[in-house]
T-cell receptor, first 109, second 116 residues
């Protein structure tokens, strides 16, 4: 079983749609969780951290379910500029990050 | 704001050649990392450093060596390049310690390396 698993997609959605990505992780002792965004042929960039109580940043909402070891990202009112690969990332001990393979999103006009 | 800078950005090597990738950060971060990214796989940690003069193995360290002689620099070396090392290499740095911190890693823009 992979340590961090994501649906690779692609998710093809029209502008204005709401789309949700899911991620599961295997290490129940993990404490920090993130969503990173990676554009084609670019470096990963932090989109948002994921907190136990859930958190929102504009059109983006992240949720964490520790009991199910499940993380989600919701994007509302999708924009063309949201097209990218979204990486689910879990931080383990010694500050090491475990990356999922990413979910590709394509927003079309 | 330079952040994390990687050099070179592209390189083509022949099997058996050696080279060094340089990573420099200007954020005074203690932690630095080298990853590789291959199609269909998540970023995989090669080596990392928790401070000047220290290095440690990550998930896929074989065939690579690293050095952290200065806090701001982290070098990744390939002593005898192999086609399996064709990949995109990312360097990152962070200020955080331990799994309880939500401080992110900051990435360089990558080095595309092809081994023929």
């Amino acid at each position: 079983r992979k340590e961090v698993e994501q649906d690779p997609g692609p998710f093809n959605v029209p502008e204005g749609a709401t789309v949700a990505f899911n991620c599961t992780y295997s290490n129940s002792a993990s404490q920090s969780f993130f969503w990173y965004r990676q554009d084609c042929r670019k470096e990963p960039k932090l989109l948002m951290s994921v907190y136990s109580s859930g958190n929102e940043d504009g059109r983006f909402t992240a949720q964490l379910n520790r009991a199910s070891q499940y993380i989600s990202l919701l994007i509302r009112d999708s924009k063309l500029s949201d097209s990218a690969t979204y990486l689910c990332v879990v931080k383990e001990d010694t500050d090491k990050l475990i990356f999922g393979t990413g979910t590709r999103l394509q927003v079309f006009p | 704001n330079a952040g994390v800078t990687q050099t070179p950005k592209f390189r083509v090597l022949k099997t058996g050649q050696s080279m060094t990738l340089l990573c420099a950060q200007d954020m005074n971060h203690e932690y630095m990392y080298w990853y590789r990214q291959d199609p269909g796989m998540g970023l995989r940690l090669i080596h990392y450093s928790v401070g000047e003069g220290t290095t440690a193995k990550g998930e896929v360290p074989d065939g690579y060596n690293v050095s952290r002689l200065k806090k701001q620099n982290f070098l990744l070396g390939l002593e005898s390049a192999a086609p399996s090392q064709t990949s995109v290499y990312f360097c990152a740095s962070s200020s955080a310690m331990g799994s309880y911190s939500n401080q992110p890693q900051h990435f360089g823009d990558g080095t595309r390396l092809s081994i023929l």
